[in-house]
């Protein structure tokens, strides 16, 4: 495949690990480089990323600065967030549903420049390289991919330093050294891992944290929140209307405030090993809460327990990096037509590091909770307390006749 | 199915509504009432409940309290927290785990006294009649059963006060006027509905909980705890060896300091209705959580994701009645075959309302996790980066062929 | 709920146990009876159910006869075909299938006449009251409901005969004994049960069958037949395009010609009890086989294991009666996302008894099976043996893992 | 991994592949080589294998022939039998179940003479070498596995042969030119794909099966056997009891003479592509059938509908290559808690190319089913036709809320 690379589109984030790819593939492939730069909301500066690729050979027109907040959050948060998606019980997959976004600017970049390849900075052993990698395919059958960290032999920090160093590449300081742990962001969550994370019995160090204030440094007095949602995706916080990546940038000051979803985890990833990482989604735990609290009054059991059949199967597919296939695409089906109605609104507390839904409500259009129908005393026949001894009975039949048959 | 009721065996609390049954069914059906009251960790003395029982005419006899915690937390709450079940993704089914024993041993009394039938105080709209009923029927299928509040019509409080006092039946003074909610409880939980609880938008009032501080009235410093387990069950806390009731109990004691466990659910219940309930399980979430935490270094991943997709079939069944049913064996008979190496220690932080994983270790017999395999740097071909391209390119097979024929 | 009947629609097939239903609602509810008789392809005529109607004292205006049969089979038969439904391995759902556009038609008609009730002739301890009453409450909420078998006292065939007899309904000459079995047909099938049928170790005897020529009977030569599809409905048949009845009724003659289709089954019924029963879906039978011949070639393997997945959920909720239901709705939506490329053309054989796929294709549009990939000799790189070996490494890893630890 | 090969244990058929591959393995390697031939009823002579290794230089002692018959079918074929596992709807698994136990004996084999590797003949492309690297993988994580397919540059056919005549070995007439298609047998299947069944659309040449009888030249007569199970397992047909092997050759008989078990399929491999193969599985057909036929009488509606359920994923982990992982077992465990009372006999009708079930019984303490409870006449309590309206009416209660909300 390493022949006949002509043109490469690039994740680049500016980095120097992003770097030294960029310089290896000319080097390597004697090919030219176009750079593909994403605001996801990461919270970095991306001009200097523009700089760096200029420093190093790339044409203007060569380099893609892309601000994918609201696509990012509108069209891969959301959906996802409908799904009240959790990997292993925990995750809410804050890494995993960028790389599909990333994947698909990338491949639509190289349609536009003429690229035959593109190539990306996820390690060999990490869950990435997959995402990005089947998201190319999908998405371009033919298209030729470079994973750098699968072909150098840049594999320690040492000779990546090296090569930098060889290559003018400028070196951060603080990259100098080894790195305490690695890092990866965007406005949905940054997670860390590696290093000082390594052994699963040691807590987390405080300063791996840079979303979310330390729970023991939270305000002492709660704050509540609204947040509105419409169909099943959030439109309002305390009643002020904002766009998707607004809205989930709002609850990340909530949440960083008070401390909220920070997220100790070992995991399984999908190429085979456990690794222990460091979650924080401020926003996203929030969210996350907030739209369970109104599908427990808009949405129907039945619709709501099919749901949480197929959740943990389409948070393996986001995970794995299925993204963009039919199945991911079936299921998505399946829980969209589920979110008509589920509009209203969801009052939260925010304390010390954790978010408690403290009440909900919706329009009569929206509402399935009904007050009369649950009271203990006399009622006018929307519900006969008769009709539960026919209902028992015949749940019970089958377990009768076992019975009888076992005794 | 009135007729011919010889001797009942009534599941009686000793409280106001089980004594105004106790009587009605001695009165109604002519007949012998056997009590049973079950020590399940409730909090409360039951030695009242046998007084109650002689003066309402009850024999010494057919008198029956039982200490069940054990049995309880080892045999019906331990196995369901091994399939880390939640109901609609927040519950941990306090009350519904509690019903099945209960119908147990009022079946079992039943064959050891010659009653024929059985009876409980549940109401006509809610679960438990189904939990109960659904036990009795599979445990004895030719039981009878009378369920007062489906048939009586003592249907308003009111009318229930009027009955007691008619009866000479001891009404404490809290219970004259209207209760302001309604509560069950045992070791695992406390649960509360009814009246302030009937609007989902107001929050719940402090005065409702009775097994949690307030997370802003617990203490300022976070309190570190272990929990050690051997496969799946928990077996120590702070490295003290505890029997199930007793560590269920030191647990509940941690939760209750730091305002751990508390929930506020707008839920679908098996008959039909939504309903708003607040729960308090605070050792439960504490054990929950902490039984996530050694998983995740100990059960592969094959393992880990069918258990997660089968939970939430698992937890509906527990929730609508079905414990002693084929299918809950048969997933039971599945997780339980997971567990075998699920052995090791977590270590949790305690904090203002919530619980936190720290840190989580197993010994070499039961630890899958390993940083030798994760580490970035070079490492001696436990696993080889090159592989990843062969694994992703198959993985991509399907997807790519797609992408052909799609374009 | 009996009181205050003003005005039923009546399921009415014309027959000896709806006209009796019919003068029986009259008599006892003292209500206009309007009726309604759907032509879903069950082979009878319908005419004498209007004169019937009419002797009876129904209103001319009051009496709808439908042609049913394109809708049933475009938006009830198809839908599910998609999906591949077989309840309890082997059953196609043939009657299931039809109730809930009775019911569906039942309340548009109420609401066209303004009557405020609905009846059915179903037993009640059968599937079908369940299937027509949850149709009818999912469509109107507030529609009353009478079931006269569950009401009634003409429990035996000799009082029910009597009450014909004494209120002048015709009784055709093979009702007036006992009746070996009892039948529901429509152009999907026919099913027969009780009476000669109900020792499930008893062959059913040859009489029952009516749709379809005993196997032996069958011709000696096979017969070969295609079947094209457009998006996953089938659409032509030996290249001739037909309406969505016209074509399942042309698939009825083959299969009848050739003994096809038909089960002899003992199922559980969602009331809780096991039957026997025996079913002819000659048409059915083939189209299912078909179905999944032509998804071999054009369904993507994800989305054909989801389906496959999801399939028995599906068909439990038709069978059960949940066809209006948000759960089905969302099934079936990601059911009905996978079926944009499920066109093309599959060829069978039909033979004493039986169908085979043997042959299927699409065009390149639609076609994912591709015999250059799967060739055993040299190809052109569109699949690397050498990466089968890092697909397995990694599948292999955690594997790898596990043994390593429980060694 | 080729470096440092000492010994390697090769799965040897003495066809002229696997004779190539010996020869090729002591060549490329030069390494001693220990031959395994399995019995698995594939119906060939063992002996010349024997023959054939000694001529190539492996030592008598490296030379392993054991007959695994009845080891296959009562620990691989039945477990997979109770849970009536179906792959894609109509695969019944006959390859993939027979290579764990091949990748087993090879494990064994290697830890009995001292080798470090083993080897399989099976080809890059296909599900086999997954099945067996993830055999030996999971039973050995430290084994050193060879694929020549994958490694040598023997592609062609005529490059195999080449080898073949310059290495002295024995070249079958028949294997002279293109096989027209590439087999595989065992007790329960044989398997053919390639060249003349690589159009999907041409139907598989009559000459392509070796196992049943072409439909057309069974018998005019049906015939009727029965089949005895015991806890899930078939134990004796026509009364007769027999062991394992014994029992599935006997069906072998009944299903080849009557052309039972034929399939033309085309599959979706986990390697990613499409393959179109043709299977004949005759005794494994009727008995698959059967099965289903005791179940349906033994076997409650809710073990029997999660069996159903987790059908699917089974049979998927089976074709994968996973029958060693922890998910299979942990579903296996569910199946095998199911089957206590799968006792019982079926009665099968056998003719021209299908079988039929035509009656099933069980005594009582297996036995279900009750004629009783499903007659439509008078009966004495067991079941009341009132309970299902309060059955209905609770079923229906969250429809009619959804219905109110929703006009």
């Known amino acids: 495949m390493a022949n006949g690379v002509n043109r ?40 200097p990323a523009r700089q760096k690729a200029l420093l190093m050979g790339v044409k203007p027109e060569h380099i893609f600065i892309d601000d994918l907040r ?14 009240n998606a959790v990997y292993e019980g925990q995750y809410l997959l804050g890494t995993s549903i960028a790389r599909p976004l990333i994947a698909k600017r990338q491949i639509e ?78 406005l949905l969550h940054t997670s860390s891992e590696g290093k000082v994370l390594e052994d ?37 916080v305390n009643g002020e209307h904002l766009g998707p990546a607004d809205l989930l940038a709002k609850l990340n000051d909530f949440g960083r405030t008070h401390g909220i979803g920070r997220l100790d985890l070992v995991e399984n990833r999908f190429v085979g090993m456990k690794s222990r990482g460091m979650y924080e989604t401020p926003g996203g735990t929030i969210l996350h809460l907030a739209h369970r609290g109104i599908e427990q009054l808009t ?4 619709a709501a ?11 393996e597919l986001i995970y794995n990096g299925f993204w963009f296939s ?14 008509r109605s589920v509009t209203g609104t969801v009052r939260l507390k925010l ?21 009369d129908i649950v009271t203990f005393e006399d009622d006018q026949g929307a519900y006969d307390q008769r009709d539960a001894e026919g209902f028992i009975k015949l749940n019970a039949l089958r377990l009768r006749l076992l019975g009888r048959r076992d005794r």
């Open 109 to 186: 970049i190289a349609r536009q420049v003429g690229a035959d390849t593109v190539s990306h900075g996820a390690t060999g052993k990490g869950n990435d390289q997959v995402r990005f990698e089947l998201g190319y395919y999908a998405l371009n059958p033919d298209i030729k991919v470079i994973a750098p960290w699968r072909e150098w032999d840049l594999t320690s920090r040492t000779r990546l330093i090296e090569f930098a160093e060889q290559h003018q590449i400028p070196i951060p300081r603080d990259k100098r050294g080894e790195a305490p742990f690695s890092t990866d962001a965007n």
């Open 305 to 315: 327990h099919i749901k949480d059949q197929l959740m943990p199967r389409y948070a």
């Open 70 to 83: 609201d696509e990012f959050v509108r069209d891969y948060v959301f959906p996802m967030m409908r799904a």
């Open 8 to 47: 490469v589109v690039l994740a680049f984030s500016g980095g120097l690990d992003t770097s030294v790819i960029l310089k290896w593939l000319q080097q390597t492939y004697d090919c030219e480089v176009v750079t593909f730069t994403a605001d996801l909301g990461q919270g970095e500066e991306l001009e």
């Open 299 to 302: 949405l129907d059991r039945g």
């Open 200 to 236: 699963p019995w040691e807590e987390v160090p405080d300063y791996v944290y840079s979303r979310t204030v330390n729970p023991e440094d939270a305000p002492d007095t709660p704050e509540y929140i609204t947040i509105d949602f419409e169909r099943g995706d959030p439109v309002a």
């Open 326 to 339: 039919p199945e991911r695409e079936m299921l998505q089906a399946a829980i969209d037509s589920s979110q």
């Open 351 to 371: 304390y010390k590091g954790a978010a408690h839904i403290v009440g909900r409500k919706a329009d009569v259009k929206h509402n399935l909770y009904s007050a």
